[in-house]
């Protein structure tokens, strides 16, 4: 009679065995990368989208220490915002140029009644406008009447003045004619809280 080994060999998996396996660890490995790939979007759904942190929150400011003739600057959505307190002077200068401007009604606009005035505010003494010239991005200038600056010649009547190709709006942010800035300043949505504060980015803006 042959010996009978103490500890026989088992037979060796076949081909088909090996192959089945590859099989299954390679299909987890995937079904758990489409898990993951399929999770990332949905988590990053709840952070908020770029759009939104550009969109910023309104931004209240207290207006009561603008002294008359004076101007605030204050930061929305990244863009600087004027806040000028006119004088019966400036307001009175808006008065006949509207000759000289290239919108003096702000047609192009789209301004809500509220604001379709010669002043282009919501209370006449209070001018409300985003500092980035209309033509390229640059940031104008407050330039008084009187101030003898050759850019904007003897009979200024007061308004900003744009270095960088030379346009120039009145108080309250019109352009004049034959400059290269092709629309009038933009007024940012706003509404007053109060007799000295103010809220920019709701209200009835542009």
């Known amino acids: 009679m042959p010996a009978i080994p103490l500890n026989p060999v088992p037979a060796a998996r076949s081909a088909p065995d090996d192959e089945r ?10 079904g758990g990368a489409a898990a993951i790939a399929t999770a990332v979007p ?6 908020p989208s770029e759009r939104a942190k550009a969109l910023g929150a ?3 400011v207290d207006v ?24 019966p002077q400036m307001i009175a200068a808006l008065q006949g140029q509207d000759a000289e401007l290239a919108d003096p009604g702000s047609a192009r606009d789209d301004l809500p009644e509220a604001l379709r005035n010669p002043g282009r505010s919501l209370r006449p003494e209070l001018f409300v406008a985003v500092g980035i010239c209309t033509h390229l ?7 008084a009447a009187g101030s003898g600056n050759p ?4 009979a200024w009547r007061g308004g900003f003045f744009c270095p960088c190709h030379g346009s120039t709006f009145d108080l309250a942010g019109r352009v004049f004619r034959n400059k290269p800035a092709p629309t009038n300043l933009e007024i940012p949505p706003h509404r007053y809280l109060g007799e000295t504060r103010l809220l920019i ?3 009835d803006g542009a």
Do not use: N
């Not at 396996?21 to 995937?30: H, K």
């Open 58 to 60: 309104a931004v209240e």
């Open 64 to 87: 009561g220490d603008i002294p008359p003739g004076g101007m605030k600057t204050v930061e929305w959505r990244g863009k600087p915002v004027w806040i000028q307190r006119r004088t």
């Open 151 to 154: 850019s904007v010649g003897e």
């Open 42 to 47: 949905f988590v990053s759904s709840f952070a």
């Open 201 to 203: 980015g709701e209200g």
């Open 137 to 143: 991005g640059c940031s104008p200038s407050a330039v």
């Open 21 to 30: 396996r590859q099989w299954l660890i390679a299909t987890g490995v995937a």
